[in-house]
């Protein structure tokens, strides 16, 4: 079992900046690949960022080059700073732990563990 918990949501003005933390429990952190998924009321949940186990880090389109992952394996935590933030991430942001793989994971529907989520709100 594992458990994650996010935080570091809230309300920013576009251009701003936020950086989400997701503490993860239950299982040896450095083990896994995981990654960040938003969802947007009435809409599916995206990918956003993923970093596999040999630390490899990936970005979907929307987010390259203002978003960046990283991990600390001592803290058994994972972040995402958040710059230059639109109206449109405006979204419940998710961590998730997918199956023990040498690859990422890009598919939430593959994803075994996920956390409650934390709230991100971008004025413009």
């Known amino acids: 079992q594992v458990y994650l918990e996010e935080s570091g949501g809230g309300l920013v003005q576009a251009g701003g900046s936020l950086r989400l933390s997701c503490v993860a429990s239950?299982?040896?952190?450095?083990?896994?690949?995981m990654g960040w998924f938003r969802q947007a009321p009435g809409k599916e949940r995206e990918f956003i960022t993923a970093i596999s186990r040999s630390g490899e880090t990936y970005y979907s389109d929307s987010v390259k080059g203002r978003f960046t992952l990283s991990r600390d394996n001592a803290k058994s935590t994972l972040y995402l700073q958040m710059d230059n933030l639109k109206p449109e991430d405006t979204a419940v942001y998710y961590c998730?732990?997918?199956?023990?793989?040498?690859?990422?994971?890009?598919?939430?529907?593959?994803?075994?563990?996920w956390g409650q989520g934390t709230k991100v709100t971008v004025s413009s």
């Open positions: 998730g732990v997918p199956p023990f793989s040498d690859r990422y994971y890009a598919n939430p529907y593959e994803y075994d563990y």
């Open positions: 239950g299982r040896t952190f450095t083990n896994y690949p």
